[in-house]
Structures are given as C-alpha cells and as structure tokens.
C-alpha cells in the first residue's frame, strides 16, 4: 500500500484540536507545555465548551496561553490567576473558568491565592505545571526546586539550610474541605499524556459540576533551565521528580 | 490477519525537532533531519522507515507542538 | 424609589452600590471603611439583585477579583484605607492598562507605614500621580458628604465605563465615619448578559458568536506598546477635557483663596464665615476631581486675589498641582495637619493670617 493511501482524511485518526490556534509556539524545542495546551484545546473541544470557557493566564513561560488556546482568556498579575478565577467564576456561573499555572506563580507568589481559592471551594480548575525551575526568567530556583538541584540562583545546588525545601503544595491543597479533586501527572509519555488528560477533562467537569476546587499538577520537564536535552530530561525527571512527587490522585471526592 | 498500517504528517516548519516523537514511536518509524533543517533551523522530524508505522498515534500525543497528524488503515 | 436615610459615608457607599445595579464587590477588611463590607454582607444583595459580595483574603486577592470582574465587562468594587490601597497599586495598574472600568473607594487613613486610624488626606500623591507602575490615571473623585460618597458611586462607574479606565472615589476617615442625610436613589436591574455583551464586546463572557477576546496589559512590541500607551494618553486628554469638575464658593472678588477637597473644605467653609466676620473676604474652590485636577478654574479663580491656601490633611501634596495651575502668579502656601488630627476652623483662620496678612 503507497503511502498516500494511507494519508487521506478518511483515515486520520489524530489531528490538531481545532481550539489549538495555528501559530508557532514560543516554547523551547520539547517544553511540556505545549502538550498540555494541546490537551487543554483538546478537551475543550470534546467538551463543546469553547463558548463558555475563560482561561486564566499567569506570568511565567505560558502568560502566552491565550494567543495558543482560543478562547476567551484574562491574563493574571503574576500569582494571582486564583483570585481572578474565582471572581469570573462567582459572577459568571455557568461558565468554565480554569487556571493554567507554573510553579513560581501558583507555588510561591501566588500561595495565598491558590490555598484560599481552593479553601473557599471555588469551581474553578486549576491547571498547575510544575518543572521545578522558574523558566521564564532564566533557570532560576522555584519553590518546588528539588534538594541539590542546580539553577541559575543555587549554582551549587538547593541547600535546606539556606533555601529551604522542596514544596509539594499539591499535598497541602488536598487537605482542604473546599479541594474536590488534586491529582499529580505528567505528560512524558504516551500513556501519561492519556490519564493527564483524563485528570484536567475530570477537573473541568468538576468546575461545571459545582463540586469545588480541582487542581491537576503536571510534574513537568524545563529542557533549557535543566540543560538537558528534552528525551534526557525526561529520564531525570523520572529518576528525580517523581520521587519527591509521586505520580497520581491525592484527592478524590 | 489484517495488518494495520499507519502513517503520519509532520508540519515541518513547527517542528522544533526536539525528538521526543522520536524515542515515544514503539516501531522505530521517525528520525530527525540529519542534515536538513526548516525555516526556524531545527532539523525536524520524518519518516525514515514509513513502512513501519501502526498509526499508534504516540509520537503525535507527546508532540509538544501538535505538529504531527496520524493515519491509520487496516490493509486488506 | 428614593429614600431618605440617615447614615455614615461608607453605609452610603454600600447602598449606593447595590443600588446601582452592581455586579461584584471583593473587599478585605480595614478601619476606618469595614462597614462598606459589613453593610454589603449585612444587606444580602445576592438574594436580591444578585450581586456577589465576597470577603477576599487579602487587599492584593481583591484587587485582581476586580480586574478579573471588569474583564467580564461587571459593574465591580472595591474598598479600602490607605496601607490597603497601597497593596493594590499594581492590579490598579493592570486595571488601567488593560483599559477596563472599575471603581475603587479609598477612605484614607493617616500614614505613612501602618500610621493612625484617624482620618488623613495624605494619598494624594498616589491617587492622582499614579500610584503603581507606568504612564496611567485613574479618574479621582473627592466626595465631602454622605450625600456625595452615594452620588459619587454611579458618578464614578458611569465615568469609569464611558472611558474604560478604572475610576477611584478617594475620601478621608471622616466622611466615611460621620453620619448625615442621604437620599438615596432608585433600585436600578443588574445589567443582563445580552447587555453586558453589547455595551463591552471586548469582555471575557465566553467567545460565543465571536472571536476570542483577550485582557491582557502584555505587549511585547515596543511599537505596539507605544501605540498602547499613546491610546491611553489621548482618553487622559479626553477625559481632563470633558470631565474636570470643581465648586466655587465666593471666589468672584475675593481676598484671599482656599483650596481644599473633601472634609477639609467642610471645614474651609467655616473658615470663610470667621474670616467674614473679621473683614477678610475668602473664596474657596473645592475640586471634585481630583485627577483631571480643576486647574483652569483655580487659575481663573485666583485672579485679582492676593494669596491662595491650601488645607489639606497632608504635609503639602496638592499644594504642588495649585502652584501649576496659577504659574506662580500668585503666591500660594499650604496649612495641614498630620497624624490622624483635624483642624479647627480658627486654627486654619489663624494661618491664614500669619502666612499672608501679619507676616
């Protein structure tokens, strides 16, 4: 059988979601953030929810999300895309309102946000990347750092006693009343990117279920702040990352 | 027995060729340009053994930059 | 209908609000203003108009429920005092730069740090100079009694939604606190979705029917920045043109001129009858907007009088805007007090004397 047998419409079994604008994303060669847009533009699109989704970007690598997710979109101030969430949410109850989060936003600046949001119960979903490193501004350390990992500001690796430790934040939120649903996932291969995108089709749901505050963390890869090659770096994460945070559900209710 | 065939399309010029469709394909059908690159200099991916493909569709779900379209037929 | 009610500034504010038709209010806690959020919780507005009435857990947390409200095209408010506000600078900033209209109520206390609970008018400066970062104004509204702090609701959501700019309703700690009469107006309907739409098409309410519509301050190209900051420039113009307003009282001849916002021209008022008493003819221009300042009005005002004071509850802020507007053609001095404390209307009359007649 010629190949152009095979390639005809009739026979496409995976295409770009529709939602996916078509664009050059600006993120490195292998960044983990384009499959979970991917994802995010897929599901939208089962879900028919293109016109009653909101997304909330924060700052950080994806404070693009919008030009690559098309539907409506309000850009946060850096951490506080909780907060902003849940007043779309309050005032527009009949719509899918989501957060798309990294680490530094959702983990450090933006702790109160997240803790209070999902205290409070808001049905919001929030969409949580975490590679352990602050991408955008150049590698430097996050509040999810691992212990004895290098970044541009623990040049000789995370030390406890001057830095602290690595935050498992995903952990905590789970242990709010208003928390319905914390999951911890990742996107390195073909089988993860099938329950991670179960996981945020759950935590959508959930947003228009009115059953509280879903948070899906993606444990995630940052090639160019971890100077590895994208397959290389996801080996170490699997070797590194999933220790510290274990792959699946914290919170199921 | 019916053997399923597959093939992809890669949207050469956004492809950042980072591989990971690469080492995801179980049937060791893609390779990265060794030579060529695209608009962006990326050597992209392709096909290098396109008679191997099941159409699993592996490669196009960790594709970060959804550049990859899978077909799949079953051969008569 | 209208009502007749006795009540304080920030209650006022409160039932201004709701019945404006208000969609959202998202607020944390801090004296001399709490009772705008504990007459809201108090009046349950969501079981009747169906406004939202949240206590957020910070002034920052609120500040973005603001901003996220107005992306939605909602009728949103917030209140604070001054070290609250301070924390808000920067989502007023994103407020202003993403061109969205919202309202913003500072009962100001004295600083600075954590200062006083007493009344103050020393955020001047950060109302009207900006406040957070880069080229932005917010319309500032100085309301002197109850009757204006329920006025200057509607006044400023009008205004904020006309320009698309965030509008602030700055007021000191004692027209907050102090109880007067206030008519209050009639119950207006929420807007609905379908209006909502049509009034703000650029808001986030689901891409239904369109295409997708994005708030966001960020722009990468300098040009486009450019072109950004140039549109904002041009509704400031706008906006200083259309919109500046001020009362004079007894200016026409007068001897000398005050210039005070606020409670500090209540205050003024008094001043004017002592000085009256004494021979000593006083006009008084009070601005009501703060930004766009009345410079035009204190300038013509000003002619043939021989001095100009300004009374603020500050160490001397809006001193600097009256001096550009007079050009230094008259002379113009500043009498204030600090701390939480409040002049008397002979204390202010005694300065008067002493920095232009027996100096």
């Known amino acids: 059988m010629d190949i152009n047998d095979i390639i005809k419409p009739e026979n496409r079994v995976y295409k770009r979601p529709a939602l996916l604008n078509d664009t050059h994303m600006h993120y490195c060669p292998g960044c983990s953030h384009g499959v979970v847009h991917k994802l995010i533009a897929e599901i939208l699109e089962e879900m028919n929810a293109e016109d009653k989704a909101i997304g909330v970007a924060p700052v950080g690598c994806a404070v693009f999300a919008y030009n690559y997710i098309d539907v409506d979109f309000i850009e946060a101030a850096h951490g506080r895309a909780p907060a902003v969430a849940t007043a779309i949410k309050r005032l527009q109850p009949d719509k899918l309102v989501f957060t798309y989060q990294g680490d530094g936003d959702l983990a450090a600046i933006g702790t109160a946000e997240t803790i209070h949001a999902a205290n409070r119960g808001e049905n919001i979903a929030i969409v949580f990347i975490n590679n352990a490193i602050y991408g955008m501004t150049g590698g430097q350390m996050a509040p999810t750092t691992l212990l004895g990992m290098k970044t541009a500001t623990t040049p000789y690796g995370r030390r406890a006693d001057l830095n602290g430790y690595p935050l498992a934040i995903s952990n905590l939120v789970a242990q709010l009343d208003g928390a319905c649903y914390v999951t911890r996932q990742s996107v390195h291969t073909p089988a993860a990117v099938r329950k991670a995108k179960a996981a945020i089709r759950k935590a959508f749901e959930n947003s228009m279920a009115g059953k509280g505050t879903s948070l899906v963390e993606i444990v995630s890869t940052c090639n160019s702040g971890w100077k590895l090659p994208p397959v290389q770096a996801n080996e170490w994460m699997k070797e590194h990352m999933f220790e510290k945070y274990p792959i699946g559900d914290l919170k199921n209710v | 027995m019916a053997k399923i065939r597959g093939a992809v399309t890669i949207d050469e010029e956004k492809c950042k060729g980072c591989s990971l469709c690469v080492a995801s394909c179980p049937a060791d059908v893609l390779s990265l340009q060794p030579k060529e690159v695209n608009n962006r200099g990326y050597h992209y991916a392709f096909m290098s053994s396109p008679e191997k493909c099941i159409g699993c569709a592996s490669c196009a779900m960790v594709c970060p930059d959804a550049c990859i379209e899978v077909y799949r037929v079953k051969e008569p | ?286 601005p009501i907007t703060l930004w766009p300042f009345p410079a035009q009005q204190i300038a013509d005002a000003a002619k043939g009088c021989k001095g100009i004071l300004t009374v603020e509850l500050d160490a001397g802020q809006m001193i600097e805007d009256v001096k550009l507007a007079v050009n230094c053609n008259v002379e113009v001095k500043h009498y204030g007090r600090l701390g939480g404390n409040v002049p008397t209307p002979d204390e202010v009359l005694a300065a008067l004397e002493n920095l232009f007649i027996n100096k």
């Open chain 3, 1 to 286: 209908m209208e009502e007749v009610r006795l009540m304080k500034g920030n209650e006022a504010l409160a039932h201004a609000a709701i019945r404006y038709g208000a969609d959202g209010y998202f607020g944390y806690p801090i004296t001399p203003q709490s009772e705008v959020l504990e007459t809201l919780e108090d009046e349950m507005p969501w079981e009747t108009t169906g406004m939202v009435v949240l206590q957020a857990e910070s002034e920052v947390a609120a500040i973005n429920m603001v901003y996220a409200g107005a992306g939605c095209g909602k009728a949103v408010f917030t209140s604070s005092s001054s070290p609250g506000v301070s924390l808000m600078q920067e989502g007023i900033s994103y407020i202003a730069a993403s061109e969205l209209p919202a309202l913003i109520i500072n009962v100001m206390r004295g600083g600075p740090g954590l200062g006083t609970i007493h009344p103050s008018q020393a955020d001047y400066f950060q109302a009207c100079k900006g406040g957070g970062h880069g080229d932005y104004h917010a319309i500032v509204l100085a309301p002197s009694s109850v009757q204006e702090m329920c006025d200057f609701v509607s006044l400023g959501w009008d205004l904020a939604f006309k320009y698309r700019t965030p509008a602030m309703i700055l007021a000191d700690g004692i027209v907050g606190q102090m109880m007067e009469k206030v008519v209050l107006p009639e119950q207006r309907p929420r807007r609905t979705e379908e209006q909502i739409r049509q009034q703000c098409p650029w808001a986030t309410t689901g891409k239904k029917g369109r295409k997708q519509n994005i708030i966001t301050s960020l722009e990468l190209d300098d040009d486009r920045m450019e072109q950004n900051n140039l549109r904002f420039q041009r509704t400031y113009r706008e906006i200083e043109k259309n919109e500046t307003r001020c009362e004079l009282i007894n200016t026409d001849g007068c001897d000398y001129l005050l210039v005070a916002f606020g409670s500090m021209a209540r205050i003024c008022q008094k001043v004017m009858e002592l000085a009256a008493e004494k021979g000593i003819k006083l006009g008084l221009v009070r």
